[in-house]
């Protein structure tokens, strides 16, 4: 994953508002949208759809230009 999604401002935000790492944000993301399979306890919180939908955004566009896909 690249670490411009990590660095981004709307993923610090999230990791502000959840009192949590923009690297769980990012694995919290993944696993509710059903791209990896995390078998540890992923978080103490869920991201709401709008939130998700701005993290497929900020997903798709930091990866615009890459051959693979997260």
């Not at 999604?5 to 696993?31: G, K, M, N, Q």
């Not at 509710?32 to 900020?58: A, H, W």
Request: aromatic share 8%; hydrophobic share 35%.
């Amino acid at each position: 994953i690249p670490t411009e999604l990590y660095e981004d401002e709307v993923v610090s935000f999230l990791a502000d508002r959840y009192h949590s790492t923009p690297d769980e944000i990012v694995r919290c993301f993944l696993a509710q949208d059903g791209r990896i399979q995390d078998g540890r306890k992923t978080s103490g919180f869920v991201l709401e759809e709008n939130e998700m939908e701005i993290m497929r955004g900020l997903a798709k566009g930091v990866l615009c230009g890459r051959k693979y896909d997260i």
